[in-house]
């Protein structure tokens, strides 16, 4: 297996450089030069455990990794820091199947790619002859953030840094970040959006003078976002898992095919489901769940991709984007290295371009408005007493709207994104419009009685911990504070 590059299929890489790299020198994405086949039966993964699972899967893809060194990275990354020993489990409740991707230490799903990163990261400078510090430079629009600096934090011969939007995320991300601590952490507001950001991080890393100039002083750019296909191939583990505790659980017959609703922003989870398909699971179709920015639900509705549009700051902060970084790896799964670059110089040059590769029916689009998060909260707490996180929400709203529109009988699995925890005035008004004038923290206390589950560990005494950065920047110097950062 090598990786290549999403607009120059000359561009090649083992996994171990992909992984180092981030992004091509030309602005595009590793994928790999094809997607393999899972080569164990669904009847054999049925009796591992998430560990053995994750190995199957990503020694498709890391094939310059040993088989110890995978097993060394899989160990530490999926250990104590998660709640539960299942890591990411299954619930049956109201008419669906949430699968419940937060139950690391950072709450969100980032956890389970981002446990494992910096292991990748360590063991792909040593079988490179790296000597140079790491900086992973990283934009977030609320949960990468806090889970790569959780997982970078005083790792050996890294730096990172970490730019989200100061008026974009909610109370409770912004604390997990800002009272990071770790002497090799940074991270910085900026007056702008996540798009803003992300754009920013992908220039630095295409910036080859500035990346020279970096070199000389022993520092070589890496990403923490899911444009590090690093990011992105853990993440394919847990759609086979999800499926193999359906089988378990009797919701399905093996060899019976589930659905996906995933909540959607910057693409790579909902990529990471439609890699596992590829790979032979039973898949009939993902639902790609958006919020009022619907920027994706327009593109499988019309083929135009068009981010010339207002951006609204909602209730559902990670998914508040408008240009979908990980499309373009499905655009060239679909349609080749030559179209996705004309896309994307077309994206770059006018904000938009159009294609009619969507042919594909196994990703449709939907959306819910804030008023229809908010109604579908309160829906399944009614029912159940299960209470979502506002971006979960988006999806199950998301999955109404598709089996009205389509009256597909499929059991649906809805990727449970964030814990309520991370939005807990927001989940709270939706449950009661009274609360939505108190204070977030007095509210996670009254979540706390109402879902049954206790207070997050990480995020109890958050409130009160010391906020150790406080960097803020305007977009536009993003470049000026990294160089200055590391060069003084």
Known sequence: MHYIGTRNETISATA??????????????????????????LQELMEMDYKALAYE?????????????????????????????????????ADALFLELFHGKTLAFKDMALSILPYFMKIAAKKNGIDKEIVILTATSGDTGKAALEGFADVEGTKIIVFFPEDGVSPVQKLQMTTQEGKNTCVVGIRGNFD????????????????????????????????????????????????????????????????????????????AGYYAKCMGLPVHHF???????????????????????????????????????????????????????????ALQSKGSYETQELKNSEISGEYATEKETFEAIKKVYDQSGYVMDTHTAVAYASYEKYKNKTKDTTPMVIAATASPYKFAKDVMTALDKSNAKEDTFALMKKLEAVSKVPIPESIREIETKKVIHHHICEKENIKDFVTNYLLG
């Open 16 to 41: 171990s450089q992909a992984i180092l790299k981030g992004i091509c020198n030309d602005g595009g994405l590793f994928v790999p030069n094809e997607i393999p086949k899972m080569d164990k039966s």
């Open 57 to 93: 899967v990503l020694k498709l893809y890391l094939t310059d990794f040993t088989e110890e060194e995978l097993k060394y990275c899989i160990e530490n990354a999926y250990d104590e820091k998660f709640d539960t020993t299942k890591i990411v489990p299954l619930v049956k409740k």
């Open 196 to 271: 803003d950001a992300q754009s920013a991080v992908k220039s630095i890393f295409t910036d080859e003078q500035l990346s020279q100039k970096l070199e000389e002083r022993g520092y070589l750019f890496s990403s923490a976002n899911s444009i590090n296909i690093g990011r992105l191939v853990p993440q394919i583990v847990y759609y086979f898992y999800a499926y193999m505790q359906a089988v378990k659980q009797g919701e399905i017959t093996i060899g019976q095919k589930l659905n996906f609703t995933v909540p959607t922003g910057n693409f790579g989870d909902i990529l």
């Open 287 to 345: 639902v790609c769940a958006s919020n009022d920015n619907k920027v994706l639900y327009d593109f499988f509705e019309t083929g135009v991709y068009d981010k010339n549009r207002t951006f609204h700051v909602t209730v559902s902060p990670s998914m508040d984007i408008l240009i979908s970084s990980n499309l373009e790896r499905f655009l060239c799964q679909l349609a080749g290295q030559q179209k996705t670059k004309a896309w994307m110089e």
